[in-house]
Nanobody, 116 residues
């Protein structure tokens, strides 16, 4: 079992920045990929970025390339999402996901609102 807790969401003005954190606990050794997803009101949940736990391989969806950076701190079992140049279209609940083999876990999400 892996527990994931997101933090760092909030209200930010367009053009601003936020850093999300995802703290993992439990059977961390079973995880080989971690990811950030988001779900905007009335839309399906979408993959934002992912990172392998044993390499620097990263993936970003096109809409966030050049603005968001995913990273991890294995020593502290924490994953981050640095979000810069935020736009209202980035408004969503952001979820952390951890996967290993056929098993995956979700956090409860943290709300990011980009508005003036």
């Amino acid at each position: 079992q892996v527990d994931l807790v997101e933090s760092g969401g909030g209200l930010v003005q367009p053009g601003g920045s936020l850093r999300l954190s995802c703290a993992a606990s439990g059977t961390i050794f079973s995880i080989n990929v971690m990811a950030w997803y988001r779900q905007a009101p009335g839309k399906e949940r979408e993959l934002v970025a992912s990172i392998l736990t044993n390499s620097d391989s990263k993936y970003y969806t096109d809409s966030v390339k050049g603005r968001f950076t995913i990273s991890r701190d294995n020593a502290n079992n924490t994953m981050y999402l640095q979000m810069n140049r935020l736009t209202p279209e980035d408004t969503a609940v952001y979820y952390c996901k951890a996967a290993g083999g056929l098993v995956y876990y979700w956090g409860r999400g943290t709300l990011v609102t980009v508005s003036s």
